[in-house]
């Protein structure tokens, strides 16, 4: 059975995870706050295969326990749950390692719907499809011909539903809004890719 750390201050999420995780055969082990969580994520006789964190809480803030995770744990899933998302702080929580952003206030449809995506990740290789249309989509920006540019669009989008942490997707994002002549756009794929840096 999976186990699954369920890190939040606030009562009423904790109980809501656990019951939705429980309810998909998981087992749940919660904290609320960093320190307990820490001392959690450090014992290396706790099995743990996900972990749901909130990144605003009190004394050490979530971030700090997302740098521990990924310091002992640096292959284990994380999932970052906040009601004050911004494209900064989704690129921060990204380059440590977070897979997934959910954004508060969620329902239980919601945790399920990143639980089946979480799940269809560790079935598919995610990265590997994303890179192969990064690739074809490359090709496709390189042949002069504005419908090629258009389909290299379409796969982009495609790219990004499935990735959207993946910088260089907006940086091509970027130029296709070049080569149609969309300016503003261009500006601002590029603008969030420069973020990522």
Do not use: W
Not at 11 to 24: H, V
Not at 45 to 69: A, N, Q, Y
Not at 108 to 120: A, F, G, S, W
Not at 170 to 177: D, H, K, P, T
Request: net charge negative; glycine share 4%; with cysteine.
């Amino acid at each position: 059975m999976k186990r699954v750390l369920v890190i939040d201050d606030t009562k009423n999420i904790r109980i809501l995870l656990s019951t939705c995780l429980e309810l998909r055969g998981y087992k749940v082990v919660t904290a609320d706050n960093g320190i307990e969580a820490l001392n959690i994520i450090n014992d290396k006789s706790e099995k743990i295969d996900l972990i749901f964190l909130d990144i605003r809480m009190p004394g050490i803030s979530g971030t700090e326990v997302l740098k521990g995770i990924k310091e002992v744990r640096s292959t284990c899933p994380v999932v970052i749950m906040t009601a004050f998302a911004t494209v900064k702080n989704a690129i921060e929580c990204t380059k440590l390692g977070a897979l997934i952003y959910l954004q508060k206030p969620f329902s239980p449809d919601r945790i399920n719907l990143v639980l089946d995506e979480i799940e269809r990740k560790n079935n598919d290789n995610i990265e590997f499809r994303v890179d192969e249309i990064l690739k074809i989509s490359k090709e496709l920006l390189n042949i002069d011909d504005i419908e090629k540019i258009y389909e290299a669009h379409e796969l982009l989008k495609k790219a990004l539903s499935i990735n959207p942490y993946n910088k260089e997707i907006y940086l091509l994002i970027s130029e296709v809004n070049k080569l149609t002549g969309n300016i503003e756009e261009e500006k601002r794929f590029k603008d969030i890719y420069k973020l990522f840096n």
